[in-house]
Structures are given as structure tokens and as C-alpha cells.
């Protein structure tokens, strides 16, 4: 099986910064993307940015010039850098596996973001 472990949810304030990790264990090939979503209470689950195998990077047009994603290859890892921090940027994200035939998600870290 794939694991997807993440971490480096917490409090932030307005403004603040937090870096999301998740390492990837088991055996798979194939990739085709690695995502983070994100989703609030009540809100739909949103595709907030992506990394192909090739190493292009998008993201959702509320995060763009404010968060980065990267991969460490070697660590099977991928990160979420998230700076200026918004309140509406507070909800569960989740890291995404996108294999050829299947998806897998890890557990989902909280970010919460204070006024």
C-alpha cells in the first residue's frame, strides 16, 4: 500500500507562514501529479496547487504569488509553502497522489489562520 503522511498544520496568524510536508512511503509508478487540496467546513474540496512528474507547477488563482509547492525526490516529499496567510485560507489540507490507474490522499493536516 502508499502512505501519505503529512504535517506542519497549526495557528497562524494573518500574514504568517507555514510550510505543509508530506512524505510518501510504499511502493508506486506512474505519477502523474503531485496536488494539495484544501477544504473548509461546509465548502467544497479545492485544488489549491500541483506538481507534475515533469516539475511543472499551478495553482488556484487565491493562492497564486503567496504559496510555492516542491518535491524532494530523493525523500519521496512533497511541500507546500504557504505565506501571507489569509483567514479564508483556513481549512484541512490534504496531499494527493495521482497515479495512472488511482489516487491516494493522506490523512490532512488543519490550518487555521486568525484575523
Known amino acids: 500500500q502508499v502512505q501519505l503522511v503529512e504535517s506542519g498544520g497549526g495557528l497562524v496568524q494573518a500574514g504568517g507562514s507555514l510550510r505543509l510536508s508530506c512524505a510518501a512511503s510504499g511502493s508506486f509508478f506512474g505519477i502523474n501529479a503531485m496536488n494539495w487540496y484544501r477544504q473548509a467546513p461546509g465548502k467544497q474540496r479545492e485544488l489549491v496547487a500541483l506538481?507534475?512528474?515533469?516539475?511543472?507547477?499551478n495553482y488556484a488563482d487565491s493562492v497564486k504569488g503567496r504559496f510555492t509547492i516542491s518535491r524532494d525526490n530523493l525523500k519521496n516529499t512533497v511541500y507546500l509553502q504557504m505565506n501571507s496567510l489569509k483567514p479564508e485560507d483556513t481549512g484541512v489540507y490534504y496531499c494527493?497522489?495521482?497515479?495512472?490507474?488511482?489516487?491516494?490522499w493522506g490523512q490532512g493536516t488543519q490550518v487555521t489562520v486568525s484575523s
Open positions: 494527493n497522489l495521482q497515479l495512472l490507474l488511482q489516487d491516494y
Open positions: 506538481i507534475t512528474s515533469g516539475g511543472s507547477t
